[in-house]
């Protein structure tokens, strides 16, 4: 798996600070989105998108283990909250609560399978994992199959802040967001994230030094689970609505693309890609037929001429880990 | 003229200019919203834009003064797609009402939103009936067909024709299973049996296993409660499995001319459907389908046709209430009559339903037809009254029960 | 006549849904073949191959169409044809990720999909273009338990052949050791004077020539759809990694043997018949990881 991500420059005083600087700068155009006319429904949700694929590279990035199920913790947490919400009428923060609880249950049973293969195998046993639960959600009751659910009612996070309000909900998402992303910078920052990172380069060798592989990749995975959850939780929030194609694997595939075109194994990486994605989503959606051929040049160009992502190629060009 | 904002300010903006189509000349923004790239594109997609633009040309691209213009986008079956192109339309792109939306997912999100924003939508290409019952909303109208008026269509016609034991291939999904349950009453009320039904995944390569349970079930009548390329394939695999030439009969509950287009007369010859509109009807659809086959080389489908139809009467209640605000343009749109070459005395109904006839067909023989695109004999006019939900029975919050 | 009842349902029901499963399964068998050769061979785990298989059937109805060319050189001008447009994919993109993880060629091939099935679409709509089945192939056969048709058992039977062929080309042939050592070691096979990157476009277009020719096979039973591939490519993948990544025989037996336990299910439980193939590939890789038969990597 190494050739998947670029050499990750060892931590510096230099490399922090090159992360401190753009983690400002992103956190600081992001503050100001709902004062330039930007639609903030857009970055909403092109935000939950972002949190999502930087578990996702939680995953891959760092711990050399490509995830080709990961729509099964999106869509989990979504229907869930979406169930509490509507059906219960629980808070928004129970909901959420609820439905990242919920996601990181399912990466518990689903790791504990998952984790004993690696590579391709490692890929398509999430895969079929994710298949399995897709087929549940069709047949249980309570998510309505295909029709989905719909018309959630966005409520009063913590009793004051009127969700249904977009600025409110934007700054809501964008806490929920840096939260999500400071806490996978500080893991793989840490001492575990050092182990996942040694592992993946080697993992003979990370067994010889004493490590249980097995128990830093079972735990990476359900970290990586349940930021996906709570990615999906929020979700609810934004689109209103929970339906089987966050849970389809063509959904899994969106997240591969998005952080493979912002950078595998960059931090910022994912986040790029992800507004990348949404934006050809959303501003696409207007060429009509011509969606799906459009993208698939943006594919085909990606991994020919720029492999290792937006991030990946402007980071290697000032030789900087971002 | 922008209508109820989510703001106070927007709101008293909207007031204010309530009725200033005549002071500045303002766009009224239709936008058309469906598949443009996967299994619905045939069935509406860049032609039932084109029928919405044949509306607007023909209304002189302008009302008062007020330029029309149309947008478009696919949704691409994601409900996420769908709710935030909606959305986006509706806040940012100032489009005043949407139009169409094939998937009954899809259209169930984009009705929400609609509600929530307080603007027009107008489905041509949804069958879901729930869109009028339980989810229905003081702004949504259900243009074409729903699957009460195709399960009453075909399910009775077919019994009373001696059609009486019934087997069902269900899609296996909310949309074939409420088709499947409202087609099974019908047969029941009409004194046919159901013998079984087996619940097919959704785009199975292959129906012939399926098949051959519904043949060894001995039904005269073979249901089919699926849609699109399901459709598809079992009539073609029925008729490869000599099913169809064995004296077993198909049903298809949701069929459209371009699925037996794509099939060939051939092989679907025999098989009995409902739809609202057919191009060879009369001196009038064959008009209007002219004009539309010199544009698109196709001829319409019942979603397309019925895309007209909707902007054309959505356009004239613009006009004649004088304003694009959703209440003023629902309530002149409730009061007119709907006419035009599909729909004879057409009443868009509280819950949102538009009462119309339907007609039952037959596909023709391909020695029956006479050239391309000739491929209905029609068997019989139904009745607004028979292929329409009682307004009684209306699961709808918006009907006054007394 | 004496009837013993197998698993609760009459002998005739069984028989037909076996049959059946069989007949689907060689599709599958034919079509993870095509994917395990390039696999094994070029090591790219080809997501156009449903795209590919797509072609093939289209190719068919253009040469019947335009051409005026019958179902029964289409099996052999349509793989070609469909087979030099992917070496044509393999010369100007696939070539230059050798060396390089998986995850790129997968990317790569499927952002091709997208493009081909796209631009299929956009010409020719979404619900396809009805095949006939070839005048010799018409009818059918009453077997006692069931309705055979004729087209269907050619499938089986066809198709059988042209993996078991594959299978003697690969193992059994000078060629096909050629093959397996260049992607062993392709330094050392190029000292001996073979061309490799020849030897492996050739390969990546007999795979994809497979994918076409069951394309045709299939258009006269299924419609001919841009997105008939696109439904069934996950399965397909599934069919290879359960019988162990780019084993040719294992991809063969897996898919016949996929095709009769689907076809059971579809009896026994057919909603779940789309889904049984993922709970057979979460239990085989739990007991056996590297697939059915897989070598270990």
């Excluded at chain 1, 029709?147 to 909900?169: E, H, K, M, V, W």
């Excluded at chain 2, 509406?44 to 209304?59: I, L, N, Q, Y």
């Amino acid at each position: 798996m190494t050739v998947l991500t670029d050499d990750i420059l060892p931590t510096s005083g230099r490399a922090v600070r090159d992360e401190m600087i753009a983690f400002a700068v992103m956190a600081g155009l992001l503050l100001i989105v709902p004062l330039t006319g930007v639609y903030p429904f857009f970055v909403m949700q092109a935000l939950c998108f972002a949190l999502l694929a930087c578990a996702f590279n939680l995953l891959i990035g760092y711990g050399g283990l490509l995830s080709f199920g990961h729509a099964m913790f999106l869509g989990t947490a979504g229907y869930v909250t979406a169930h509490a919400l509507k059906v219960w009428g629980v808070s928004p923060e129970l909901g959420i609560l609820l439905g990242t609880a919920g996601a990181a249950a399912l990466g518990v049973i689903t790791g504990l399978v998952a984790i004993r293969r690696q590579g391709i195998y490692f890929a398509m046993i999430t895969l079929a994992l994710s298949q399995l639960l897709y087929f549940i959600y069709l047949q249980t009751p309570f998510t309505h199959g295909e029709d989905g659910i719909q018309g959630i009612p966005q409520g009063y996070l913590f009793g004051i802040f009127n969700l249904a309000r977009p600025t409110t909900l934007y700054y809501v998402i964008l806490a929920g967001f840096l939260f999500g992303f400071l806490l996978i910078y500080r893991t793989i920052n840490s001492p575990f994230g050092e182990v996942l990172k040694a592992i993946r380069e080697n993992e003979p060798r990370a067994i010889s030094l004493g490590y249980k592989t097995d128990q830093y990749k079972l735990l990476a995975y359900i970290l990586s689970a349940t930021l996906a959850g709570f990615a999906g939780s929020l979700k609810v929030f934004v689109a209103q609505n929970a339906s089987l194609t966050d849970v389809h694997w063509s959904m899994s595939g969106e997240i591969v693309l998005m952080t493979l075109v912002g950078g595998l194994g960059t931090i910022f990486g994912p986040v790029v890609g992800a507004f990348v994605i949404i934006a050809m989503q959303q501003y696409l959606a207007g060429f009509g037929q011509w969606v799906t051929v459009i993208q698939g040049v943006i594919f085909v160009t990606c991994v020919l001429t720029f492999r290792r992502g937006v991030i990946g190629e402007i980071a290697h060009y000032f030789r900087r880990s971002l | 003229m922008r209508l109820h904002g989510i703001s106070a300010l927007l709101a008293a903006t909207a007031l204010a200019s309530g009725f200033a189509m005549s002071a500045s000349a303002e766009t009224i923004k239709l936008g058309v919203l469906n598949d443009q790239s996967g299994v619905y594109t045939d069935l509406s997609g860049p032609g039932g834009v084109d029928a919405v633009r044949m509306a607007v040309e023909d209304a002189g691209g302008a009302i008062n003064g007020n330029k029309i213009e149309i947008v478009s986008a696919d949704h691409q079956n994601k409900p996420d797609v769908g709710t935030s192109v909606a959305r986006q339309w509706y806040d940012q792109d100032h489009v005043d009402a949407i139009f169409d939306i094939p998937n009954s997912g899809v259209a169930l999100a984009v009705q929400e939103v609609a509600r929530e924003k307080h603007k027009i939508v107008i489905f041509s290409g949804p069958a879901s009936s729930d869109l009028t019952g339980a989810k229905c909303s003081p702004v949504g109208i259900q243009w074409t067909y729903d699957t009460y008026g195709l399960a009453k269509g075909t399910g009775a016609a077919v019994t009373k024709a001696g059609g009486d034991t019934w087997f069902f291939l269900t899609a296996d999904y909310a949309f074939g299973q409420a088709l499947e349950r409202d087609t099974a009453a019908v047969v029941t009320a009409n004194g046919g049996k159901v013998l079984g039904e087996v619940r097919t995944p959704l785009a199975s390569p292959d129906f012939s296993s399926f098949l051959l349970q519904a043949q060894a079930s001995k039904a005269k009548i073979i249901g089919l409660a699926n849609a699109g390329g399901d459709t598809v394939t079992s009539i073609k695999q029925a008729a490869e499995f000599g099913i169809t030439s064995g004296g077993q009969k198909l049903a298809g509950l949701l069929v459209f001319l371009s699925d037996i287009n794509s099939i060939g007369l051939k092989t679907a010859q025999g098989l009995e459907l409902t739809e609202s509109f057919y191009w060879d009807l009369n001196d009038e659809t064959r008009a209007f389908s002219k004009r539309f086959f010199e544009r698109n080389k196709k001829e319409p489908t019942m979603v397309q046709a019925g895309l007209y139809g909707a902007a054309k009467h959505y356009l004239e209640a613009v006009k004649t209430s004088g304003s694009t605000d959703a209440d003023k343009v629902m309530a002149a749109m409730r009061a007119n009559p709907v006419n035009d070459f599909m729909t004879k005395n057409g009443k868009v109904r509280e819950d949102g339903k538009v009462v119309r006839d339907m007609y039952l067909f037959e596909v023709k023989k391909p020695e029956e037809s006479k050239g391309p695109w000739d491929y209905y004999k029609l068997i019989r006019q139904i009745p607004a009254a028979e292929v329409t939900r009682p307004i009684e029975e209306s699961a709808c919050s918006l009907v006054k029960k007394g | 006549m004496y009837v013993i009842p197998l698993l609760g349902i009459p002998p005739q029901v069984l028989f037909g849904q076996l049959l059946l499963g069989l007949i689907n399964g060689a599709f599958y068998a034919m079509l993870s073949l095509g994917l395990a050769v390039i696999f094994g061979l070029l090591n790219i785990i080809n997501f156009a191959h449903g795209a590919l298989y797509m072609m093939g059937a289209f190719c068919a109805y253009f040469l019947l169409n335009v051409l005026g060319i019958g179902y029964w050189p289409a099996l052999i001008v349509a793989p070609i044809m469909v087979g030099i447009f992917g070496m044509i994919l393999e010369r100007t993109m696939l070539q230059w990720l050798s060396g390089l993880d998986h995850l790129y060629g997968l990317l790569l091939t499927f952002g091709i999909a997208l493009i081909v099935q796209g631009v299929f679409q956009n010409y020719f709509g979404s619900s396809g273009l009805p095949y006939a089945i070839p005048d010799e192939l018409k009818g059918g056969m009453n077997l006692g338990f069931m309705f055979l048709p004729i087209y269907r058992g050619w499938v089986v039977v066809f198709s059988l052949i042209v993996c078991l062929l594959t299978w003697f080309l690969i193992e059994r042939t000078r060629l096909g050791a050629n093959l397996r050592a260049a992607t062993e070691n392709p330094t050392l096979v190029r000292a001996f004077g073979i061309n490799v990157p020849r030897m492996i476009t050739l390969t990546y277009g007999l795979g994809v020539g497979l994918a076409a020719l069951a394309g045709v096979l299939s258009a006269p039973i299924n419609q001919v759809r841009p997105l008939m591939g696109a439904d069934l490519i996950i399965v397909v993948f599934a069919v290879v990694v359960i019988g162990g990544m780019g084993s040719i025989m294992g991809s063969i037996i897996t898919g016949f043997a996929l095709g009769i336990i689907e076809g059971l299910t579809k009896y026994f439980y057919p909603e779940a018949s789309n889904t049984v193939v993922f709970v057979l590939m979460v239990l085989v890789l739990l007991v056996k990881p590297s697939g059915l038969t897989g070598r270990a990597t």
